[in-house]
């Protein structure tokens, strides 16, 4: 196994966004089939405040690595950013990472973006036996990207690597039983999470929805840095 990318010329989908989205559902189902340690849509509630935190921290890095402290990454940035880190990725996966996690492609990942990126990355890498400590050298940042791929794999009931509205429902509806109102709360929830409104939640919009939950938008600085 290894790099099953070939040169897939398919005609109408160039989108490096589908073969993203393929790896990433591959990647959580695999996860899946190692099991859950969320036992509740409360419990994911809980751990708001730590990821909120976790991905405070986060601008730290951030800020190390925007190294024209223009607000963004761009490319040369992101791939300086991976040398460090010491995340091995070919140019196409650092340009397909680039292009996915740019939603407002303004050819700049912003912090909150930046964050969704990492946890991809965390996601989609996984350690190698012989550094299986920490993938990229943040152990607790890492361990809140952990809590959110457990959190997606809880949600996502049938383990096919989406959370689909009924799964929405069910997760909430196993915890607050018999409460009219948690319907009405998951369906919103849901809606917030379903960015292309296709009907399914994918790993990556599900981690957008998150750092607008936890608070984490671009609302500290906010010059555009045309560049
Ligand atoms: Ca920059
Ligand atoms: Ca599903
Ligand atoms: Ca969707």
Same mark, same amino acid.
């Given at each position: 196994?290894?790099?099953?990318?070939?040169?897939?010329?398919?005609?109408?989908?160039?989108?490096?966004?589908?073969? $993203?989205?393929?790896?990433?559902?591959?990647?959580?189902?695999?996860?899946?089939?190692?099991?859950?340690?969320?036992?509740?849509?409360?419990?994911?509630?809980?751990?708001?405040? *730590?990821?909120?935190?976790?991905?405070?921290?986060?601008?730290?890095? %951030?800020?190390? /690595?925007?190294?024209?402290?223009?607000?963004?990454?761009?490319?040369?940035? $992101?791939?300086?950013?991976?040398?460090?880190?010491?995340?091995?990725?070919?140019?196409?996966?650092?340009?397909?990472? /680039?292009?996915?996690?740019?939603?407002?492609?303004?050819?700049?990942? *912003? %912090?909150?973006?930046?964050?969704?990126?990492?946890?991809?990355?965390?996601? $989609?890498?996984?350690?190698?036996?012989?550094?299986?400590?920490? &993938?990229?050298?943040?152990?607790?940042?890492?361990?809140?990207?952990?809590?959110?791929?457990?959190? %997606?794999?809880?949600?996502?009931?049938?383990?096919?690597?989406?959370?689909?509205?009924?799964?929405?429902?069910?997760?909430?509806?196993?915890?607050?039983?018999?409460?009219?109102?948690?319907?009405?709360?998951?369906?919103? &929830?849901?809606?917030?999470?379903?960015?292309?409104?296709?009907?399914?939640?994918?790993? *990556?919009? /599900?981690?957008?929805?998150?750092?607008?939950?936890?608070?984490?938008?671009?609302?500290?600085?906010?010059?555009?840095?045309?560049?």
């Amino acid at each position: 196994m290894g790099g099953v990318l070939g040169k897939s010329e398919s005609p109408r989908h160039s989108v490096p966004e589908a073969k $993203l989205e393929a790896k990433m559902v591959e990647a959580v189902r695999k996860r899946a089939s190692e099991g859950c340690a969320m036992k509740s849509f409360n419990s994911i509630i809980l751990k708001f405040p *730590k990821i909120d935190e976790s991905f405070r921290n986060c601008k730290t890095i %951030f800020k190390q /690595f925007d190294e024209d402290a223009n607000g963004a990454i761009d490319h040369e940035e $992101l791939k300086h950013c991976f040398n460090k880190l010491e995340v091995s990725c070919t140019e196409e996966e650092i340009d397909d990472l /680039f292009e996915a996690c740019d939603i407002n492609e303004t050819m700049g990942i *912003k %912090f909150n973006e930046f964050i969704v990126l990492l946890c991809l990355v965390y996601l $989609l890498k996984v350690p190698e036996p012989t550094h299986a400590k920490s &993938r990229m050298g943040f152990p607790h940042i890492e361990s809140t990207f952990e809590t959110l791929v457990d959190a %997606f794999v809880f949600l996502d009931k049938n383990k096919d690597g989406y959370v689909s509205k009924r799964e929405m429902i069910e997760a909430i509806n196993e915890t607050t039983s018999g409460e009219r109102s948690s319907g009405r709360i998951a369906m919103k &929830r849901f809606e917030e999470m379903d960015w292309d409104r296709n009907g399914t939640v994918t790993f *990556k919009e /599900f981690l957008f929805a998150f750092t607008t939950w936890v608070g984490i938008d671009d609302n500290e600085e906010d010059e555009d840095g045309d560049e």
